[in-house]
């Protein structure tokens, strides 16, 4: 059905709702919306499913654009992908390498491969200059620079972090704001790398050594996506870019959007929308405020090209993908398909590769002919020593816009403006990496649409609450729920006992226990007073069953009272000290194996 046809339509009973993008968010608010009765109006601009997680078919060999892993934390998530694709939906063991200085460091960490790739020396001084990190840390922490080395030291965030990061982002480290780090890599430090590294604790529920994969890629699960939604009947239209989003009172009313040439006009009830935040503000100009626009162009994005080379080889190596943190090369990522699945290609006597570009729209990459990207990935190909030119017998080029949302120094307060006149439209809601600024990972872009669907039921739901630290906790009936146990919520359920307060409660129950023992059997009085009571002599000097040995008692009481309590308030304090360590160390532990894919 064209767009025309839905022209001035209302849904029986129903409002109408318009979401923009076919992403992931968009695909998962439109299934929530159709699964409770609402048929949505998506439009799309491009010509099929999927985002920056669509799949590219070239000549029957199937690229990933960017790579992408199907695992999450949220359960309701899992089954619907599983649900989704079945027994196409493959379990995949995860093996990926850093590339550095001519040699490929296994990762995670493996303690003998990174000593022997270092070397002793190098080793021994980066552990040196992490001490030092630990003992005079930088004061403050407002650049992603300062906050790695605090919590790494100076010497191995040069190592591994600075080319690598640089390159993903195209500014220096000291530009990048700290609580980006935090977002994404929360609560990683070189202990639990090590402790993970030569303990080897990270446990298999995390995901991280294995995840799950379309048999063809990850566009094979949107196109099932697509499938469910238009059986329910909502409607999916290709090649429609949002041009104009109309307003009245307060509220979005309509929808325009330019359809292979023509230009289309549709009311709208409700608008979700997964477009970039800086698009959606220029498509709403006529009620937006001067500084809400110009907050919007402050905000950044970065782009990458993704050269698709395929090489008469069967087997290439064995990582699904590998980052390259050399200087020497361009390239950021490589991605090895086959390793993926090995239905992505269709000869098993070939290979297929995507060799990752970082970029910003309009720079010298990205106005590069297709040819010479192709020339380009080719040759760094061949330096890297992971196939011979010759090899290469065809090769195509993806250029993806606005890929990732950038963390300079003003992304924060631009956000927070565009954010706040946002959030005064009622009926309209912004989901996904995109349509929020925030690097979501792909499972809290989907939780992002699905929670905008159920806003559009009159639940109530703040889509800002999810990200991709924590896990949204839902008490509906699919029965969302997080598994992960805050450490804040541990600290404040074991608060630490003082030790003074305590010992001298002890120290007064026991000496008044004493001193009120003895006193009652001086003034009841008689011929023999408290035969038993004063064997306290043997232990307390002085003591007797008298008024003045009272106050010996209690003082002696009171002493070793005092003591007992401050030494079990002590050890109970190191007891639970140690125990929310632990639980900190085996979050930072989950985190620790995604460090580089956080980037």
Known sequence: MKVENLLHSKFKGKDAVVIIGAGPAGLSAAYDLVRSGI?????????????????ENYNGYHFDIGGHRFFSKIEYINRLWQEMLGENLLNVQRLSRIYYKG?????????????????????????MSYLRAQLRPNRE???????????????????????????????????????????????????????????????ARTLVNQFAYPLKGPGMMWRSFQQAIEAGGGQIHFDSEVLQIGSENGRVVSVSCSQNG?????????????????????????????????????????????????????DLFKDQWIYVHSPKVLVGRIQNFKNWSAAMVPDPEMSSVGMEYFCNEGDGIWIMPDEQLIALATSELDELGLAQSQEVVNGFVVRQSQAYPVYDEDYRDNLQIVKDFLNGIPNLQTIGRNGMHRYNNMDHSMLTGMLAAKNVMEEQHDIWNVNEDEEYLEEDREGWAADSLSTEILERAFCRMDKLAFAVAVGSVSGL???????????????VVGPHLSLLSNYFVGYSVTVKGAFIAFAYSFSWGFLFGWLFAYLRNLFVAYYIYRAKRKAEMFSLSDLFDRL
């Open 39 to 55: 048929q949505p109006i998506v439009l799309e601009k491009s010509d099929t499913v999927g985002g920056i997680a669509r799949t």
């Open 103 to 127: 040699r490929f460091f296994n990762y995670p960490l493996v303690p003998s491969n990174a000593l022997a790739n270092l070397g002793t020396f190098e080793s021994v001084l980066i552990l």
């Open 141 to 203: 922490e407002n650049t992603f620079e300062q906050w790695v080395s605090n919590r790494f030291g100076s010497r191995l965030y040069r190592t591994f972090f600075k080319t690598y990061t640089e390159k993903v982002w195209g500014i220096a480290c000291n530009q990048i704001r700290a609580d980006w780090a935090a977002q994404r890599i929360k609560g990683l430090s070189l202990m639990a790398a090590l402790s993970n590294a030569i303990l080897r604790t990270q446990k």
């Open 262 to 314: 023509q230009l289309f006009d549709m009311p709208a009830d409700h608008v979700i929308s997964s477009m970039p935040i800086d698009k959606l503000v220029k498509a709403l100009h006529r009620s937006v405020p001067s500084e809400v626009a110009d907050a919007a162009d402050g905000l950044s994005y970065r782009s990458f090209i993704i050269v698709n080379l395929i090489v008469k080889r069967r």
């Open 513 to 527: 226990m004493v001193l009120i023992a003895t006193l009652w059997l001086v003034i009841e009085g008689g011929t």
